[in-house]
């Protein structure tokens, strides 16, 4: 690998762990907002599929569940992958483009299961 595309590499790593940052103060699912009283706008996982924590492209309605919210406590990087309905369409063309945040979220987190 020549220096130039090493630095891009290294530029978009940096890029995503920001982004995986940002979105965790931003987005960190800890408890249905249900429970409190408020209504929660529903939520895609677009992460890899796991067994037993949540299928790509699954939506939750009434918060997230245990299991992902666990998930995301020890890969952090997922909760980037944890979109509104709305950005769902914006977020799988992302994540099938090389080089942006969310695909190398995916590949990061699919690499650690």
Do not use: D, W
């Not at 995986?20 to 992460?47: D, F, H, I, L, M």
């Not at 919210?69 to 992958?81: M, R, S």
């Not at 769902?88 to 090389?98: D, L, P």
């Amino acid at each position: 690998m020549n220096k130039k595309s090493s630095a891009t590499a290294a530029s978009a790593e940096e890029t995503a762990a920001r982004t995986t940052e940002n979105q965790a103060e931003r987005e960190t699912p800890t408890a249905p907002k249900s429970a409190k009283g408020k209504k929660t706008s529903p939520q895609v996982y677009c992460g890899p599929t796991v067994r037993g924590v949540a299928k790509q492209y699954t939506v939750f309605s009434g918060g997230i569940p245990e299991e992902l919210t666990h998930f995301i406590q020890t890969h952090p990087e997922a909760a980037g992958l944890v979109v509104p309905v709305e950005k769902f369409a914006q977020t799988r063309r992302r994540m099938e483009t090389a080089g942006t945040a969310e695909a190398i979220l995916y590949h990061k987190i699919k690499s650690e299961l």
